[in-house]
């Protein structure tokens, strides 16, 4: 396999800064050793908006925020760049029209035969496009898991029910007497059933969570019968001293149901007695 | 009808209440004085109190609210509040302010077929 030969010195230069200035995703530029820029390209051009001959000799931190620029971040990066030989960064950057985007930039060291540092290398690349897709995923997800959380079903003209599983912490209570409440006004209902049948254990703090989402849809106009209530939560309740006197409770869903329909007046009866 | 301003409607024998979205102290204050009035000058059986535009309650009112319900309670009424917002009554559960035991209801409609249940039919 033959070898390339190599080329002039002038040659190579040449073709360094066409690599330079046709990289599209990367941004490449040099600082001085106090951070003025000294060498600037078509991509930089690209990304920042700024020609040459308007950015060189001027310091980098024109690309920074302001604020950032008054929490010292600059003169920062530079310092531990100086001290590393690398640093590394993500955050936002300034073009020249004063818009931002979400960059990852890496500031080296350049340094000579004898170690005196002549300058830094910056190579920056916009993210804001990884950034915003990034965003639209956590987003979903938050939201899947909040629907999943806590689900709330309408099972009847004017009842909701919210079968909750997993324990409950503050968090995911105030989820749930959010959406609780909402749906009770959205959906007009007159009677929620919260069923607890799933949730493993239930403390002081737990009760107190239900006993106020209870006084909240109160506040509404509904009522809330608590169903799934088995013998060791019954047991739990008791023993911790929680009174739940005024809230429905019974033991089964079925009989929550049973009587959420008897609060709307409503009666299930078997078909035939219809004739 | 302008944001901070109270307006009381008479329905047959039953007054409905609408407050505004952002009562200030003075139109609480009147809350009390035009509703009782009322239910003298009107004989009324029942006030509905619609709170569903309020966006913001504080413990004067709700205390006002109470206290009024009190007060219908003892000139032979019934109080009702209704169309309380989720989020008033998240806040309302929350930092513990006491609107007693007063009666609920979800709409003005679900409040006018309990009050006319129990004033019985109307001539």
């Known amino acids: ?275 | 009808m302008d944001a901070r301003s109270l307006s009381v409607v008479k329905i047959r024998e039953i007054l409905i209440v609408t407050l505004p979205s952002d009562p200030d102290d003075s139109t609480v204050a009147a809350l009390q004085e035009k509703v009782l009035m009322s239910m003298e000058r009107h004989q009324a059986k029942g006030v509905v109190l619609d709170l569903s535009a309020v966006e913001t309650l504080d413990s004067f009112f709700a205390r006002t609210v109470a206290e009024t319900a009190q007060m219908i309670g003892i000139m032979g009424g019934r109080t009702i509040v209704v169309g309380m917002r989720p989020a008033v009554a998240i806040t309302t559960t929350q930092i513990g302010l006491a609107l007693g035991s007063i009666e609920t209801a979800l709409t003005v409609d679900r409040a006018l077929d309990r009050v006319m249940q129990l004033s019985g039919p109307f001539q």
């Open chain 1, 1 to 275: 396999m033959a070898m390339a030969q190599p080329r002039g010195t002038e040659n190579e230069a040449e073709l360094l800064q066409l690599l330079v200035d046709n990289m599209s995703d990367y941004a490449i530029i040099m600082l001085d050793p106090q951070g003025n820029v000294i060498s600037w390209s078509a991509a930089a051009e690209r990304l920042k908006g700024w020609k040459a001959e308007e950015i060189i000799g001027q310091s980098f931190s024109r690309f920074y925020p302001p604020e950032d620029v008054a929490a010292g971040k600059t003169e920062n990066e530079l310092r531990v760049a100086a001290k590393e030989g690398r640093l590394e960064d993500e955050g936002w950057r300034m073009r020249k029209d004063g818009s931002r985007f979400w960059a990852n930039v890496v500031i080296t060291r350049l340094r000579d035969g004898s170690g005196n540092i002549r300058g830094f290398g910056k190579v920056t690349r916009d993210l804001t496009e990884r950034r915003a897709a990034e965003e639209k995923i956590r987003r979903q997800t938050q939201e899947i898991l909040e629907m999943a959380a806590v689900p709330v079903v309408q099972v009847w003209e004017g009842i909701v029910l919210v079968p909750l599983i997993g324990t409950l912490d503050s968090q995911r209570t105030q989820q749930l007497m959010e959406r609780v409440l909402n749906r009770v006004t959205e959906t007009n209902s007159p009677v929620a059933l919260l069923d607890i049948t799933g949730v493993p254990s239930i403390d002081t703090q737990t009760a107190q969570h239900l006993i106020e989402t209870t006084a909240a849809v109160r506040l509404l106009g509904a009522e809330v019968i608590l169903t799934g209530i088995r013998p060791a939560i019954a047991q739990t309740l008791v023993h911790l001293g929680i009174d739940l006197s005024n809230i429905t409770t019974r033991a089964s869903l079925g009989a929550g149901l049973r009587r959420a329909l008897e609060m709307l007046k409503l009666q299930v009866v078997p078909a035939s007695a219809g004739n």
